[in-house]
C-alpha cells in the first residue's frame, strides 16, 4: 500500500526533455513508477526513455490519459504548469521547483483548494513509496535510506530527509510513503493535509515529520492529533531550535513572524498532543522503537 | 530583500499614499540645506535596514539647520553612523500627531491569502504583539485575484477607531497599501506607525505614512528589474560577496564555520554544533545549484578566520562525488591552515570518500560525530590546530 502514488497510477511528466526532467524520468520509471507521457513545448514528436512527448498537456492527455502530472519546470514557469495541469483535470500534482515566487505560490495553492486537487511543493524533492515508485528526485538506490518499510514521512527539507530516513532505517525500520510538503513559505500541500492518507493506509504503522522553524505546519498536525482525527503514533525532528530571532535559516519559510513559528513553541504543540519530539536525527529511530516496539518492526 | 525607509515611502508616495515631504541626503551640507528647505523642527533618520533606530540614536528631531547638519556628521562621517552602517539619511517635515495605528499587508499561508494587519496602537512591535496580546491585531484576508474590497477596508477604519471623516482617506490608503503589495511582489508591506495628525484650524485631521518597511520576494527579482546585489543590504562584506556569488550566508562570530549542502541540514548542522557547546562562525549552504562552487564556497568560509571547518551533505543531485572533487581542488588552491571535519554522503559516495582521503581528510559518516569532533577541534588551542594541519590539513 502507499500514499499519492502507487505502480497503478499513470504520470504525466511536465518538462521532460529538460536536464532534470529526462535524468529523473529514467530513475522514476527504472523504480517502477508507470510514466505514459510527456510533455515540452515545442518537442511533440520526440520520445524520452520510450515515453512520448507533446506540446502542451491538453495535446498529451487527448492521446495518453493519466493520473498525475509530475513538474520539471523552473520556478518562474511553474505557476503556469500546474495551471496548465489544473486545466485537464489532474488531481495530484508535484512540482519540484526552488524559487517559486511567493504570490505565484499563493494562487497556486487556492487554485489547487477550489478544485479539489493535491498541489505537492514547490522547493521539494517530490513524493516516494520505496520499492514502488516516486515522482521527483531520491536517490532510492541508497538501500541505508530508502528501505521499504511501514513508517510514513513528511518532510519539508529534501537535505534533512536522508539525514533522518538514514536514521529511521538504522533502527530497523523502513519507509511506506514519503511526502516532501517544501520549504516554501506557502507549500501547495500541508502535513496536517496528508494525514488523513497515513491514517487510513494500512501499510504505515507511525508518521515521522521533519520539520523547523517558521509557519504552522507543526501546530496543525498536533491539532489533527488532539482532535482524533489522526491516531497513529507521531515522531518529530525540527530544524531550527537555535535559530537566532528574526533571521531567515535557509529555506525560505523557516523565519519566525507575526510571533509564530518558533521551535519552542511547536515542540510544545505536538508534546502536548502526544508526539515524540526528537532532538537529534538519531533519536528519531530510538523513539520509533519506543512507540512501536521491537516487535512490530520492520 | 528589505528595502530601506525611502525606498518604501517612494513605492507608497507612487501609489497614492500620503507621506510626510522628504529629501534623500548623502553628505551633512544636502542634510543641512535639506532641513533649510523642508523647515524645523524635521526629523533626521538614518537609512538602516535595522530596527529599533530610535533607541540606537539613529533618529532625532532637529531644531535648526545648523543642528541637522552637525547630526548629519556624526551619522555621515562619524563614528556613530559608521557604527551602523549608515549610507544615506533621509530629512523629513516633523507631523503634528494626534494618533499612531499600525497597518500591514502579509500572506496567509494557511486560507492561500493575502493578509492585512491592523492595530489601533502605531509603533507597536507586531511581532511582540502577536504573541502577548493577539486579540488586539486586527485581521482580513484579501483573495489574491479578487483583490482588497472597499468594504473590507472601510469596516477596518471604523474597527481602528477612525470616523466618517477618515474613512474615505482610509480606503484610499489601503487600496494604495495593497497596490504597492501586488506590483512589487511583496512579503511585506508595511506602516508602523501610520500618524493621525491633528486638526488645527481650517486644516482637518489626516494620515500619513510616519515609517515604511518594504520586504520584497527574491523569487520574483527576474520580474521586478533583477537589481543585482548591493552592498548596502547587506550587514556584512562576506554576506554581499555570498551573495552575489549567489551562495545562501548567514553571519555570525563564533569558531566554527558551516560549508554544507541542504537549507534542512544545513540549519540542524547549526543546532547540533550549538548543542555540543560550539559556536557558529558563519552559516553556509554550497548545495543545490552551487555545488560545484567549493573553492569560492572555502574561501569565504576561511574569510572567517575559523577555527574549523565543518562540511556535511547528503546530496542525491549534488553527487558528493563533485563535491569532493571541489573541496579537494580548494584544499590544494587554498591551503587553509585550520583543519577541516568533512562528512559527505550520497549520490557517489564511495568515490567521494577516496577523493577526500587523497586530500588528506578522514571523511565521516554520521553527521552527529562530525559536529562533536568540530566543536572538539574549535575548543583546542590554535597551536594545536596548527599542529593538526601540518599532518596535512587531517582534523
Known amino acids: 500500500m502507499s500514499v499519492f502514488i502507487d505502480r497503478g497510477d499513470r504520470v504525466l511528466v511536465q518538462g521532460i526533455t529538460g536536464a532534470e526532467g529526462s535524468f529523473w524520468t529514467k530513475h522514476m520509471i527504472e523504480l517502477g513508477t508507470r510514466v505514459v507521457v510527456g510533455v515540452t513545448p515545442g518537442k511533440e514528436g520526440q520520445s524520452v526513455e520510450g ?119 538504522r533502527a530497523g525500520f523502513g519507509v511506506s510513503s514519503l511526502i516532501g510538503v517544501g520549504g516554501d513559505p506557502v507549500p501547495g500541500a500541508r502535513f496536517a493535509e496528508m494525514l488523513p492518507d497515513f491514517q487510513s493506509d494500512p501499510g504505515t504503522d507511525a508518521v515521522v515529520i521533519i520539520g523547523e522553524l517558521g509557519g504552522s505546519m507543526e501546530e496543525e498536525v498536533a491539532e489533527a492529533m488532539e482532535s482524533g482525527a489522526f491516531r497513529k503514533p507521531v515522531v518529530a525532528f525540527l530544524g531550527g531550535r537555535t535559530a537566532p530571532a528574526g533571521r531567515r535559516m535557509g529555506h525560505a519559510g523557516a523565519i519566525v513572524s507575526g510571533g509564530k513559528g518558533s521551535v519552542a513553541d511547536k515542540i510544545a504543540a505536538l508534546e502536548k498532543a502526544g508526539a515524540a519530539v526528537a532532538d537529534r536525527p538519531r533519536l528519531v529511530g530510538e523513539l520509533l522503537q519506543r512507540a512501536l516496539g521491537a516487535a512490530s518492526r520492520k | 530583500m528589505k528595502l530601506f525607509e525611502y525606498q518604501a515611502k517612494d513605492a507608497f508616495a507612487e501609489r497614492g499614499i500620503p507621506v510626510p515631504e522628504r529629501r534623500l541626503c548623502a553628505t551633512p551640507e544636502e542634510v543641512r540645506a535639506a532641513a533649510a528647505a523642508i523647515g524645523c523642527p524635521c526629523v533626521v533618520k538614518s537609512q538602516v535596514l535595522r530596527g529599533g533606530r530610535g533607541k540606537a540614536g539613529l533618529v532625532r528631531l532637529v531644531a535648526s539647520p545648523e543642528e541637522a547638519g552637525a547630526y548629519g556628521s556624526e551619522l555621515l562621517t562619524g563614528g556613530l553612523g559608521a557604527a551602523h552602517g549608515v549610507r544615506r539619511v533621509l530629512v523629513e517635515e516633523a507631523v503634528d500627531i494626534g494618533r499612531e495605528l499600525y497597518v500591514s499587508i502579509t500572506v496567509d499561508p494557511l486560507a492561500a491569502t493575502a493578509l492585512v494587519l491592523a492595530c489601533a496602537e502605531g509603533g507597536v512591535d507586531i511581532e511582540e504583539l502577536a504573541r502577548t496580546a493577539p486579540e488586539r491585531i486586527l485581521r482580513e484576508r484579501v483573495d489574491l485575484d479578487v483583490g482588497l474590497l472597499p468594504f473590507q477596508a472601510r469596516d477596518l477604519g471604523y474597527a481602528l477607531g477612525l470616523g466618517p ?231
Not at chain 2, 512589487?184 to 500619513?208: M, S, Y
Not at chain 2, 558551516?258 to 553556509?284: P, Q, W
Not at chain 2, 548545495?287 to 573553492?295: E, F, L, M, S
Open chain 2, 165 to 395: 471623516e477618515l474613512s474615505g482617506s482610509f480606503v484610499t490608503l489601503l487600496a494604495g497599501l495593497w497596490r504597492v503589495f501586488r506590483e512589487k511582489d511583496a512579503e511585506l508591506a508595511e506602516i508602523n506607525p501610520l500618524f493621525v495628525t491633528k486638526a488645527r484650524g481650517d486644516r482637518p485631521a489626516a494620515l500619513v505614512a510616519g515609517d515604511g518597511k518594504l520586504a520584497i520576494d527574491d523569487n520574483a527579482a527576474f520580474r521586478q528589474g533583477g537589481a543585482e546585489p548591493s552592498r548596502e543590504y547587506f550587514d556584512s562584506e562576506l554576506a554581499f560577496r555570498a551573495a552575489v556569488e549567489g551562495i545562501p550566508y548567514l553571519q555570525f562570530d563564533g569558531d566554527v564555520s558551516l560549508m554544507c549542502a541542504g537549507a534542512g541540514l544545513t540549519t540542524v548542522v547549526y543546532d547540533l554544533v550549538n548543542y555540543e557547546g560550539g559556536s557558529v562562525a558563519n552559516y553556509l549552504e554550497f548545495g543545490g545549484p552551487n555545488y560545484k562552487k567549493a573553492v569560492r564556497a572555502m574561501e569565504l568560509c576561511l574569510a572567517n578566520d575559523p577555527k574549523v571547518i565543518l562540511i556535511v551533505t547528503f546530496g542525491t543531485i549534488a553527487r558528493a562525488d563533485v563535491m569532493a572533487d571541489g573541496i579537494a581542488e580548494a584544499i590544494a588552491k587554498l591551503k587553509p591552515r585550520c583543519p577541516i571535519v568533512a562528512c559527505i554522503r550520497g549520490t557517489g559516495e564511495e568515490k567521494a570518500v577516496e577523493t577526500l582521503r587523497a586530500a588528506g581528510l578522514d571523511p565521516l559518516f554520521d553527521t552527529e560525530e562530525a559536529v562533536r569532533r568540530a566543536v572538539s577541534l574549535s575548543k583546542a588551542p590554535r597551536a594545536e590546530a596548527t599542529r593538526a594541519e601540518t599532518t596535512g590539513g587531517r582534523a
Open chain 1, 51 to 169: 515515453v512520448p512527448v507533446y506540446h502542451t498537456v491538453r495535446r498529451a492527455v487527448a492521446d495518453v490519459p493519466a493520473d498525475a502530472a509530475m513538474l520539471f519546470v523552473p520556478p518562474r514557469f511553474t505557476k503556469d504548469a500546474v495551471f496548465e495541469a489544473l486545466d485537464s483535470g489532474f488531481a495530484k500534482i508535484v512540482a519540484v521547483a526552488d524559487g517559486i515566487p511567493l504570490q505565484d505560490a499563493i494562487q497556486i495553492r487556492k487554485a489547487a483548494l477550489s478544485c479539489g486537487a493535491r498541489v505537492v511543493g514547490g522547493n521539494t524533492s517530490g513524493v516516494i513509496s520505496p520499492g514502488l515508485a516516486m515522482m521527483g528526485m531520491f536517490p532510492y538506490w541508497i538501500e541505508r535510506v530508502y528501505r521499504p518499510g511501514r513508517i510514513g514521512v513528511m518532510t519539508r527539507s529534501g537535505s534533512l530527509t536522508n539525514e533522518v530516513t538514514a536514521m529511521i532505517v
